[in-house]
């Protein structure tokens, strides 16, 4: 896993994230880590008068770890388990979000090729050259079908425009 960090709003650097094979370096990466979310976490509960709670279980068989204690984690755990949040599409996991989120670009790439082939079409109505340097069929092929399509919205407008003129004419006569 690769994340982007900017140290001063200066340079970006590359981190990578991986798992720590030195099991002594590990378990001191372990407690560290853990010190620091807890106390994350209860600055959060304090600053921001919330309810949170944490539960974290390590790799071994021992029992988790739950802050700020067993009762209050039930309660805030209960709390969301009566929300509407635990009932509803809210929750999902990874592969369920991830095509979700695949879907949701898609839908994105859609109207952005859109978006290009309109403009494509405007660019060709004021320079007769504006096709010669494209050779993508896909890119071409888009074009083709933005252009029918305005050509059904312009007949489809036309033949209401016909069926007022129709209405009004009739009306004039009766």
């Known amino acids: 896993m690769h994340f982007l960090c900017s140290p001063n709003n200066m340079t970006r650097s590359m981190v990578k994230y991986q ?58 755990i209960q709390r969301f388990k009566e929300s509407h949040l635990w009932s509803s599409n809210a929750m999902q996991d990874h592969a369920t979000f991830l095509k979700k989120s695949i879907a949701k670009m898609k839908k994105h790439l859609e109207k952005e090729k859109e978006k290009n082939s309109k403009h494509l079409m405007v660019k060709c109505l004021f320079d007769a050259n504006a096709l010669s340097g494209i050779d993508n069929q896909e890119v071409l092929d888009g074009l083709r079908s933005s252009v029918e399509s305005e050509i059904e919205e312009i007949d489809e407008l036309i033949q209401e425009a016909k069926e007022k003129a129709n209405k009004k004419v009739f009306r004039t006569f009766f």
């Not at 720590?20 to 921001?48: G, H, P, Q, W, Y």
């Not at 949170?52 to 021992?62: F, G, P, Q, T």
Request: proline content about 5%; hydrophobic content about 40%; aromatic content about 6%.
């Open 19 to 76: 798992f720590i094979e030195d099991e002594r370096a590990r378990n001191v990466t372990m407690r560290k880590r853990k010190a620091s979310l807890l106390k994350k976490i209860s600055e959060l509960k304090i600053l921001c008068d919330v309810d949170a709670c944490l539960v974290m279980y390590e790799k071994d068989d021992s029992p988790p770890e739950v802050w700020p204690s067993l009762s209050q984690a039930h309660h805030v």
